[in-house]
């Protein structure tokens, strides 16, 4: 749990097999107690400026457009969905889904923040619907490189994504859409403690310690 804990990009079922010597079945279940323990509550709806945004994760970079061209909702191929919603200066909301079409997109920003909050998106159609159902819907348009208009921008949901996948790429170099969404919530968890004084150890310990109350 301390390897685990103290470590921003994770840690392989492969090196926990090396530290603590035991067989990598056992490494990887492990691994996957342990992030049981890192799963984030429903926690307040979040409200101010609020990014939503869909990233793609895993697949093969040759297959990157294949598909995503004609639906965008459906990604590459071999590629998972996960979209996420990221309070301007708090947490970071994140899962992984089949499609990022409206059907997806809407009812996840519905269920994660306020009524008539400010949300910052890019381009895709599949956010056209939030003003209707009572948000202030502000995007920019990535697809002529227009990244930041007046505050208007996804850059710290970018940047949450490019930490993820970073991290994957680095660490476990291939995650499986079944085991996907238990890392998801691992840079989630990491994410939200990132101005904690708390150390993370401690925090794992104490819902250990609840757990066997």
Same mark, same amino acid.
């Given at each position: 749990?301390?390897?685990?804990?103290?470590?921003?990009?994770?840690?392989?079922?492969?090196?926990?097999?090396?530290?603590?010597?035991?067989?990598?079945?056992?490494?990887?279940?492990?691994?996957?107690?342990?992030r049981?323990?890192m799963?984030?509550?429903?926690?307040?709806?979040?409200?101010?400026?609020?990014?939503?945004?869909?990233?793609?994760?895993?697949?093969?970079?040759?297959?990157?457009?294949? $598909?995503?061209?004609?639906? #965008?909702?459906? !990604?590459?191929?071999?590629?998972?969905?996960?979209? =996420? /919603?990221? *309070?301007?200066?708090?947490?970071?909301?994140?899962?992984?889904?089949?499609?990022?079409?409206?059907?997806?997109?809407?009812?996840?920003?519905?269920?994660?923040?306020?009524?008539?909050?400010?949300?910052?998106?890019?381009?895709?159609? $599949?956010?056209?619907?939030? #003003?209707?159902? !009572?948000?202030?819907?502000l995007?920019?348009?990535? =697809? /002529?490189? *227009?990244?930041?208009?007046?505050?208007?921008?996804?850059?710290?949901?970018?940047?949450?994504?490019?930490?993820?996948?970073?991290?994957?790429?680095?660490?476990?170099?291939?995650?499986?859409?079944?085991?996907?969404?238990?890392?998801?919530?691992?840079?989630?968890? #990491?994410?939200?403690?990132?101005?904690?004084?708390?150390?993370?150890?401690?925090?794992?310990?104490?819902?250990?310690?609840?757990?066997?109350?």
């Open positions: 749990m301390f390897l685990m804990s103290s470590s921003k990009n994770g840690v392989a079922a492969k090196e926990l097999e090396r530290q603590l010597g035991v067989t990598y079945k056992c490494a990887h279940r492990m691994g996957h107690k342990i049981q323990l799963q984030s509550g429903e926690g307040d709806m979040m409200s101010g400026i609020v990014e939503a945004d869909e990233t793609f994760v895993g697949g093969l970079s040759k297959n990157m457009h294949k $598909g995503k061209r004609k639906v #965008r909702g459906t !990604g590459g191929i071999g590629k998972t969905p996960v979209i =996420g /919603v990221l *309070e301007r200066g708090g947490n970071v909301k994140a899962k992984v889904v089949n499609d990022v079409r409206t059907k997806t997109l809407l009812p996840n920003i519905m269920a994660n923040v306020a009524k008539g909050t400010t949300v910052c998106t890019d381009e895709w159609c $599949g956010y056209n619907a939030l #003003r209707k159902a !009572g948000f202030q819907h995007s920019v348009n990535h =697809g /002529v490189r *227009e990244y930041v208009r007046n505050g208007v921008h996804t850059n710290s949901l970018d940047g949450f994504w490019s930490q993820l996948k970073r991290s994957i790429n680095g660490t476990f170099h291939h995650v499986s859409p079944k085991y996907l969404p238990s890392y998801v919530n691992e840079f989630v968890y #990491r994410y939200n403690l990132r101005g904690s004084e708390q150390p993370i150890f401690h925090d794992l310990s104490a819902k250990v310690a609840e757990q066997h109350a």
